[in-house]
C-alpha cells in the first residue's frame, strides 16, 4: 500500500452535493453519471493507475470507487457518501471471477481483499488511508517465501514509530492484503524485478511512472531497489 495523491476535487461532485447534501451515493450514480465517470478518471489519474490499497492495476472492469469511511454511518454529521476526501479508486477485491490470477483466485472469501474485505467496519484510527500513509520513510517490506512461491508484506521493522508498526500490521490484515492471491502475484512481479537487476535495469526504469501510470506493486519494487529506489524518489519529487 502506497501514499496515494488526492486531486482536486471535481466540481461536479461540489454542485451535487450542493443541490443535493442530503442526497445518497446510489442518488449520483443513478442521477450523475456523467459525474461518476469523472470522479473514477481523476481519481485513476492521482492514483497513477493503482488500487488504492494493493496496488494492482485497475482496468476499466476491475474498478469501484471506495469509500474509505462507510458512506452509511449515520452517527455524525458529514455525508460520508459525497465527501471528496474519503472516495478512493480501488480493484473489486477478487470477487469478479477473471483468468488473471492477481485479480481473482478461489476460494473466497479468503481471497477477498481491499474495500471488498473490510466491509463496512469503521477503522478510520486503527489502519492508514491511502492519503494517510508517509511518504518517507517506506513503511512495508516484505518476506520471500521460495518453497511457496510467495511474498508477504509485513511492517518495516526499522521504523522507529511502534504506533506506526501497529498501524502498518492492522492495514495489512483490514485490507487482507496477504492473501494468497495478492502473495502469489507479488512473487511473479518479484521474479520479474530480480531478472530485471540481473539484467542491469535501472531503478528509473523499473520504478517510473509509464504514461501516468505506477508499475503494479509499486511498494515491493521500492523494496527491492533499495536505497537506490529512495534516492530516485526524491529525485523526482514524488509525492504519491
Known amino acids: 500500500m502506497k501514499r496515494c495523491l488526492k486531486p ?4 461536479c461532485l ?6 443535493n447534501p442530503s442526497g445518497s451515493w446510489e442518488d449520483l450514480r443513478n442521477e450523475g453519471r456523467d459525474c461518476y465517470g469523472e470522479l473514477r478518471q481523476t481519481l485513476f489519474k492521482g492514483q497513477g493507475g493503482l488500487c488504492a490499497y494493493c496496488e494492482i492495476p ?5 474498478q469501484q470507487i471506495a469509500h474509505f469511511h462507510p458512506k452509511s454511518d449515520p452517527t455524525t454529521d458529514r455525508n460520508w457518501a459525497l465527501h ?4 478512493w479508486l480501488a ?16 476460494p473466497l472469501p479468503e481471497n477477498r481483499s481491499c474495500d471488498e474485505h473490510k466491509e463496512d467496519r469503521i477503522v478510520d484510527d486503527t489502519v492508514f488511508s491511502p492519503g494517510g500513509i508517509p511518504l ?10 521460495l518453497a511457496k512461491e510467495m511474498v508477504m ?12 508498526q501497529q498501524k502498518a500490521q492492522a492495514t495489512i490484515d483490514t485490507f487482507n492484503l496477504n492473501c494468497p492471491r495478492l502473495c502469489k502475484a507479488r512473487y511473479g512481479c518479484w521474479e520479474g524485478i ?13 520504478l517510473g511512472q509509464d504514461n501516468g501510470c505506477w508499475p503494479r506493486f509499486f511498494t515491493l519494487i521500492r523494496w527491492q531497489f533499495g536505497q537506490a529506489a529512495e534516492t530516485y524518489l526524491q529525485a523526482i519529487s514524488y509525492c504519491g
Open 14 to 19: 461540489q454542485q451535487f452535493r450542493a443541490e
Open 8 to 11: 482536486a476535487e471535481p466540481a
Open 84 to 87: 471528496w476526501a474519503n472516495l
Open 136 to 145: 518517507y520513510p517506506r513503511l512495508f517490506t516484505f518476506e520471500v517465501d
Open 194 to 206: 530480480v531478472e530485471l537487476m540481473d539484467n542491469g535495469a535501472n531503478v528509473a526504469a523499473v
Open 91 to 106: 480493484c473489486k477485491g477478487g470477487t469478479q471471477a477473471s483468468s488473471e490470477k492477481e485479480r481473482y483466485l478461489p
Open 58 to 62: 485497475i482496468g476499466d472492469n476491475n
Open 153 to 164: 508484506m509485513v511492517p518495516e521493522a526499522a521504523l522507529d514509530n511502534p504506533q506506526w
